[in-house]
C-alpha cells in the first residue's frame, strides 16, 4: 500500500513514516499543505493520512478540494485532542475515518488495512492468480504447497501487480507506487527487482505468472 503523509510536526511524521515503512508501506511525506495537495493530486495513493493544522494550505481545505474534483482517495484525518469541530468538519468534508494525536503506530496500521479492504472491496486479506496467493495481513506468499520467501519490496510489488491481473503496469508506474515518487526515473530498480521477484514466482517447471509486455511493462497473467 501506497500512503500519502501529510504532517508538519517532525516528531510525529518521523514517527508514522518509520512506523508505517517498518509495516510495509510504502511512504510519501509532505511538510506543509501546499506541497500535500500537490502530491495528492499528482500520484496515485491508496490512503492519505492528513493533518488539519498545518502551515499553507489546511487540512480540511485540501480533503473539500480533493472531493470538489471528485478525488476518492481514503483519507484519515489526524487531528489533536480537544479539535472536535475539525474532526466532525473532516467527517462532514468527506473524510473516511480519524485519528486522534497521540495515537499508537498499529492503530493507524489497523485502520489503514480496514480502509483498504473496504475500498478494494475483498472482504479477505488474500490476492490469488491461479495457484498463487497473497496474503496481506500475514504478508505470507504461497505457490500451490510451496512457501516463498520475499523481501518487502518485493512483497510490495506482487501486491501491486495482483490488484489487477491482466492489467500492464508501466516501469513508472511500480517505481512511483513500490519505491515512491522521489526515486530517480532513469534507475533499473524495477526491472531488477522483478526479475528477483520472478524467479520466486515462476520456476521451471510452472506456468509463467509473471509477464513482460515488451516496450510497456509488466503484468500478472489474467487467468
Ligand atoms: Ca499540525
Known sequence: MKVLIVEDEKKISDFVT?????????????????DGYYLATSQSY????????????????????????????PVIAATARGELDERLEGLNLGADDYLTKPFYIDELVARLQALHRRTTGSQLNVRQVEHLVLNLATREVKRGERDIELTSREFNLLEYLMR??????????????VWGYDFDPNTNIVDVCLQRLRKKIDQADEDKLLETVRGVGYRMKKV
Do not use: W
Open 46 to 73: 491508496d490512503a492519505i493520512v492528513l493533518d488539519i493544522m498545518l502551515p499553507g494550505r489546511d487540512g480540511l481545505s485540501i480533503l473539500k478540494a480533493l472531493r470538489a474534483k471528485g478525488n476518492n482517495v
Open 164 to 177: 489487477s491481473p491482466g492489467r500492464v503496469y508501466t516501469r513508472t508506474q511500480i517505481l512511483e507506487h
Open 18 to 34: 518509520k512506523g508505517l515503512k517498518e509495516h510495509g508501506f510504502t511512504v510519501d511525506l509532505a511538510e506543509n499543505g501546499d
